[in-house]
């Protein structure tokens, strides 16, 4: 079964709507800790759209479970990630233009080898944001990377049946791919209380990392109702 990342960038977003002090992020992942998250994740953008270097900074020293820094491949991010010491580092593609992280990394990229290089050498575990694809996992495995995180993007957006099935064939397949190489199993983006039971259920499924769905239903509900619903269904095998 697999454990419950929650991303809490959105409750940064509507604290930076006003460039205020309310809601805490922090606050916000010790409610999901309350409620059976395994793993706060958070992505330091370079734009700071969300999560500030002080949220991270203070994430550290309160959090309780496993941190998840997830952060491009540019040296400012990579001297943060070190100063900051996560369990792991999620190497994320990033365009400032974009909405949210709307591809997986292109695993080619100099760049990212360097990056997974000076991390590893800090001692943090990294893993790779990337499409379900075979040439991508085949070079997440050339690179050395612990984990791989599938981006379930395109599963997520699948409302035609046809192609959501499809899309899960293509997830799955994917894991399968992973596993047989022999690195961590992760997935990840747009899932939601709808979507997220069959992509759970994908055998040696490890994490997911799951947040504007958690943070919209906290709206509602609270964060510990939300984060528990989520984890209720994460662990329905
Ligand atoms: N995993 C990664 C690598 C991401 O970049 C994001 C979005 O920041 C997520 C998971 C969470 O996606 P969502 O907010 O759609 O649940």
């Not at 919209?216 to 984060?227: C, K, T």
């Amino acid at each position: 079964m697999p454990t419950l990342g929650v991303n809490i960038d959105h409750v940064a977003t509507v604290r930076q709507a006003r460039r205020t002090i309310e809601p805490d992020p922090v606050t916000a992942a010790a409610a999901a800790e309350n409620a059976g998250a395994d793993q706060i994740t958070v992505h330091l953008r370079e734009d700071r759209r969300h999560i500030q270097d002080e949220d991270v900074f203070r994430l550290r020293e309160s959090l309780r479970v496993r941190m998840n820094l997830e952060c491009a491949c540019v040296d400012e991010m990579l001297r943060i990630a070190i100063a900051i010491n996560p369990d792991q580092v999620c190497l994320v593609p990033e365009k400032r233009e974009e909405v949210t992280t709307e591809g997986g990394l292109d695993v080619r990229g100099k760049h990212v080898e360097r990056a997974v290089k000076v991390l590893q050498e800090n001692g943090i575990m990294v893993s790779l944001f990337i499409d379900p694809d075979e040439e991508s996992i085949s070079l997440s495995k050339s690179l050395a990377v612990e984990a791989v995180e599938l981006h379930t993007g395109a599963y997520a957006g699948a409302h035609d049946p046809a192609e959501h099935e499809k899309q899960l064939a293509v997830l799955s397949n994917a894991s399968q791919l992973v596993r047989e190489l022999g690195m961590h199993l992760h997935a990840g983006h747009g899932l939601n209380y709808e979507n997220v039971v069959p992509v759970a259920k994908i055998d040696g499924m490890e994490e997911l990392n799951i947040g504007h769905s958690i943070v919209s239903r906290s709206i509602f509900v609270g964060m510990e109702d939300a984060v528990r619903e989520m984890k209720r269904l994460v662990s329905s095998q």
